[in-house]
């Protein structure tokens, strides 16, 4: 994989990354967690009331994700 080139998401301390193998990263202080890209899609649809508890994404997050990656929710 290329080397990764980190974008902020303007939620503090978080950063996010594209990846050529076609997931999602996300960076934090508490470190990186990686998402396929169709499951960030999918939540990014739901209604914040739908949100998986416990979980670290949300929609809210999903969406402003995919957003600064340029990528779609679709």
């Known amino acids: 994989m290329a080397k990764l080139h ?3 998401t303007g939620v503090y301390g978080l950063q996010a990354r594209y990846g050529d193998d ?3 990263y996300t960076r934090t202080a508490g470190g990186i967690r990686v998402a396929e890209l169709a499951e960030v899609r999918r939540l990014a649809a739901l209604r914040p009331a739908e949100s998986p508890l416990g979980g670290p994404w949300t929609p809210e997050l999903a969406r402003t994700v ?3 990656l340029g990528l779609s929710a679709a």
């Open 22 to 24: 076609g997931r999602i």
């Open 66 to 68: 995919l957003s600064v």
């Open 6 to 8: 980190w974008v902020e």
